[in-house]
């Protein structure tokens, strides 16, 4: 079993539609969630970093975290096809213990 | 603003040929990554610093080795390469605690 877990998609919405991309992970110890967006032959680029549960707007985007259920989503609104890319989810733990681990991404494509 | 510089950006390798893939970074972070990405895996980490003179093993450390030079700079070494180790590297770094990271731009390793 992977660290941190994503639906590798495509995940295809039309334009103005909501866009939810999922991610689960294992590591109890993970404290600090993140949502990447890459583009073809690009470096990943933060779109969000998520440390509580509950939800985090920025934007059209908003982050939902659960620990409980260690669960984490990311809703993009009025989708746009510059939101076209891979969505990369991260989960990292903090103090002596720095590791960072990625799940394998979301492709989301929206339709004009 | 340089943030997070990868070289070479592009290297062509016959198997068995040694090579060392730099980073330096300007952000005075103290945490370091090297990840490799591969289609349909997406990152996967091979070897990590959490601070100066300290490295450790991530999920693919095999067939690679690590020098933390200094606080700017961690070099990622395949002493003698693989078709295996065909991949797209990145480098990345953040300051410790739950920081995002920065990723570089990329560097495209092709092994003949």
């Known amino acids: 079993q992977k660290e941190v877990e994503q639906n590798s998609g495509p995940l295809s919405v039309p334009e103005g539609a909501i866009a939810s991309l999922n991610c689960t992970y294992s590591d109890r110890g993970s404290q600090s969630f993140f949502w990447y967006r890459q583009y073809s032959g690009k470096s990943p680029e933060l779109i969000m970093s998520i440390y509580s549960n509950g939800d985090k707007e920025d934007g059209r985007f908003t982050a939902q975290l659960n620990k409980a259920s260690q669960y984490v989503s990311l809703l993009i609104r009025d989708s746009q096809p510059s939101d076209s890319a891979t969505y990369l989810c991260a989960a990292g733990r903090s103090g002596g213990y720095q590791k960072v681990t990625f799940g394998t991404g979301t492709k989301l494509q929206v339709i004009p | ?112």
Request: hydrophobic share 30%; glycine share 8%.
């Open chain 2, 1 to 112: 603003n340089a943030g997070v510089t990868q070289t070479p950006k592009f290297q062509v390798l016959k198997t068995g040929q040694s090579m060392t893939l730099q980073c330096a970074q300007d952000m005075n972070h103290n945490s370091m990554y090297w990840y490799r990405q591969d289609p349909g895996m997406g990152l996967r980490l091979i070897y990590y610093s959490a601070s100066e003179g300290t490295t450790d093993k991530g999920e693919v450390p095999n067939g690679y080795n690590v020098s933390r030079l200094n606080k700017r700079e961690f070099s990622l070494r395949l002493e003698s390469a693989a078709p295996s180790q065909t991949s797209v590297y990145f480098c990345a770094s953040r300051e410790q605690g739950e920081q995002p990271q920065h990723f570089g731009d990329g560097t495209r390793l092709s092994i003949l």
